[in-house]
């Protein structure tokens, strides 16, 4: 099998999944807010703790596996519903590069893991 994507050595590998990061910022900071959103089909701002971003992600990750079968790959890919207008100071992503960096970046930002991704605001 071979990459979309050549691997980026200038970011040091992690032990770390998104998974056990999301596990350890569970357990050490259970009621803090780790994520805020619209659901989809909805207008109302839902704050989701750690605690219950875990739940949520171990129901998915059920969902999923009655779905598929063991050694399976699977992808996700979800509209954003609800976003509000972008910054013009922000920018958008041209190719699906710029969009996979923006999305991780964002991920391990959540996580205050470094990274250069892409260009912080100054």
Known sequence: MSAYRSPDTRIPLSDHTIGSLLVERAATYPDRIALIATPHG????????????????????GALRELCGAGEYVALWAPIWGRPPRSPRRKQPRTIDHLLNQTVGKVLDQFDIEHSLFDRWS
């Open 42 to 61: 909805s207008n109302e701002i839902q704050r989701l703790t750690y605690r219950q971003l875990y739940t949520c992600a171990l129901q998915v990750a």
